[in-house]
């Protein structure tokens, strides 16, 4: 078996781990509190402090390359250079094979990853015959270049196990997720060290485990606790594992019907850490906004792009105004805040939109209706905006137009709104997943 196969620690240079190397846990007690001291006073009213910490950090990075881009076309092959950059994620394809036997729940798995109900468009249908039989592709619904694939699991008169690895084209996926609602199969485990010697990551997902839990609750009588019950099982299906010779298995127990029960949120963050670099940035932004880990990477993606579209919005072709709106309309695309998101949330809980915007306090809808509306915000951020600050902001360190800055500090705030929005956002879903509503 190959150094895949072994449980590789999670290292330093990747934001979604401690210094322990443990998963950072993104449930909260309180979101809405938990946005607003991450977005803090000091992100919105402060933009001299701001330009001290990540945009330096980013204006560092990136001269070299737009001083090679103006050599070679001036600065309208900069604003080409710089357009470019921002949408490579989006020609990064990303396949992720989720496989195993039939009623096993891979279907439901595939919906809920991808934050789909029944109903919704690009939904997988549940219990069907031919899932069992056939290989299946469900695209993210917003992002088709995130492609979830439904395999067949080993050993089917289909996909005998001799000509598996041919037929199902393993070489083209990025991801291996090996699901099973019972015991994990010597086929299971033959897979993944197949998958091990191509050096891919892969993870073992049981699934069903709500059925599990009431199962054996009623069985014990009261006599153990649901806790006591989880841990078990988990140590089960490691010990399972463990004696097929695989080395540190990494297993995840989850509950298709809701994502903040079990291991499916830690599943998430270890797909994007396991992810390369430019992958992990296709991965952040293409899937949905799901749980707090991936609300955070958006905003940590979208908060350095702000240099480069205020750049482009001082130089292109287009008028500022306009490159800064369809950024705002990005950012409400990624933090699921658009008003097509709203009104699916809306629709799910049986509440009008208007009524939605008013609970959630979301303000965003309003201000970006129309490019009044939205100038009328530039006028506000204008008086946060003196002359001090375009002095002082970036003063040795950024030689670009005022116009830039400002686009960058009217960025910043529109960022830190959108995400606080999506934490209320997030909030409310994780209330009607508890049933609380």
Known sequence: IGPACIETPLTERQPLVNADNDIVSDCVDDPIQDAENAVGSDLVNNPEQDAAGDVKIAVEEY????????????????????????????????????????????????????GLQRGDEFYATIGSSETTTT????????????????????????????????????????????VSATRFKENDAW?????????????????????????DLQEYCGMTTKADIIDKIRKEAATELK?????????????????????????????????????KHTLILSMSSLARTILDEKRRLLDGRRLKVALIASMGDSPGIVVLVNETKFYQKQFGISDKSLKTIADRINMSF???VKKLHIVSTSIF?????????????????????????????????????????VLRKILDMCYSEALRILSLQNDILSGKI
């Open 369 to 409: 209706q129309s490019a009044n509306l939205y100038m009328n915000f530039f006028r506000k951020c204008e008086k946060e905006w003196n002359e001090t600050d375009r002095v002082s902001i970036l003063s040795g360190v950024l030689p670009i137009l005022p116009a830039s800055r400002y686009g960058m500090f």
């Open 243 to 279: 004696k097929t010779g695989l080395k540190l298995p990494k297993l995840f127990l989850v509950n298709n019907k809701n994502i903040n029960e079990y291991d499916f949120k830690d599943l998430i963050t270890q797909l994007l850490n396991d992810a390369p670099v430019l992958q």
């Open 191 to 215: 897979l993944a060290k197949e998958i091990c010697h191509l050096e891919k990551k892969f993870y073992f997902v049981k699934s069903k485990i709500d059925f599990d839990v009431e199962n």
């Open 135 to 178: 290989i299946q592709q469900y695209p993210h619904p917003a992002h088709h270049n995130l492609v979830f694939w439904d395999l067949p699991g080993v050993g089917t008169p289909r996909f005998p196990k001799e000509s598996y690895l041919r037929v199902i084209d393993v070489k083209k996926y990025d991801f291996f997720i090996l």
């Open 354 to 356: 208007d009524d939605i």
């Open 63 to 114: 001269l070299r390359d737009f001083e090679e881009a103006v050599q070679k076309g001036g600065v309208a092959n900069l604003s080409d250079f710089i357009t470019d950059d921002l949408n490579k994620w989006q020609k990064s394809q990303i396949n992720i094979a989720i496989i195993g036997e039939s009623g096993t729940g891979k279907s439901s798995f595939i919906n809920t990853i991808r």
